[in-house]
């Protein structure tokens, strides 16, 4: 399973655009990038998954450069509700990583007003 | 539909006792991990399953037993309680494959302490 490093803490103001990269240098041809966040006494939720380029949801945009040795989670218009844990996997055998997902220690953002 | 469901949400254990933290999950999904997340700390993998009759260990698995008869139900089982098993339990489930990637489902957690 690839390694991946992302910061520990970022902090940001509401109405910010806030990006959030997250390297992955011994990322495999079939491994695919996800991204989830993670509320205070919550379960992760996912948020987006990509393999190449860009991907865009209502949610979140994610940028991967051509060599996907690192990726970019981007949240337009931040606002404290997007105050949270993110983390960053990468996985062998494909979008779902076999079964097996092995989190990270996560990035957390706190949003203020 | 209830997507993943934990049971108890709370439980309060002696040290040596055993007990079983239930998870079940009503959208026929193939794949199912069970997690501990220690106060401040990150989500760690203990056993994961990718169909009934299947599972695997993941990074922390000493300590816990699990067994997967059906596709809905996925039981975690705690056989000497230690104060180090002090943490907050998340079961997730998820599509094998699928065209649109949903990622996993999370529960609401099972909140043990061992004292």
């Known amino acids: 399973l690839a390694k991946t490093t992302q910061p520990i803490s970022m902090d940001s103001y509401e109405g910010q655009e806030v990006n959030i990269t997250c390297s992955h240098n011994?990322?495999?041809?079939?491994?695919?990038i996800t991204w989830y966040q993670q509320f205070p006494s919550q379960g992760p939720r996912f948020i987006i998954q990509?393999?190449?380029t860009k991907v865009t949801n209502e949610v979140a945009s994610l940028f991967i450069p051509a060599d996907r040795k690192s990726s970019t989670l981007s949240l337009p218009r931040v606002s404290l509700s997007d105050t949270a844990v993110y983390y960053c996997?990468?996985?062998?055998?494909?979008?779902?990583?076999?079964?097996?997902?092995?989190f990270g220690q996560g990035t957390e953002l706190s949003v203020k007003p | 539909n209830a997507g993943v469901t934990q049971t108890p949400k709370f439980q309060v254990l002696k040290t040596g006792q055993s007990m079983t933290l239930q998870c079940a999950q009503d959208?026929?999904?193939?794949?199912m991990s069970w997690y501990r997340q220690d106060p401040g700390m990150g989500l760690r993998l203990i056993h994961y399953?990718?169909?009934?009759?299947?599972?695997d260990q993941g990074e922390v698995p000493n300590g816990y037993n699990v067994s997967r008869s059906t596709t809905e139900d996925f039981p975690l089982r705690l056989l000497s309680a230690a104060p180090s098993q002090t943490s907050v339990y998340f079961c997730?489930?998820?599509?094998?494959?699928?065209?649109?990637?949903?990622?996993?489902?999370f529960g609401s957690g099972t909140r043990l302490t061992v004292v």
């Open positions: 959208m026929n999904h193939e794949y």
């Open positions: 399953s990718v169909g009934a009759g299947i599972t």
């Open positions: 011994n990322i495999a041809t079939n491994d695919y």
């Open positions: 996997l990468v996985g062998a055998l494909g979008f779902n990583q076999g079964g097996k997902l092995i």
């Open positions: 990509g393999y190449k």
């Open positions: 997730a489930s998820s599509r094998s494959r699928t065209t649109e990637y949903y990622g996993y489902t």
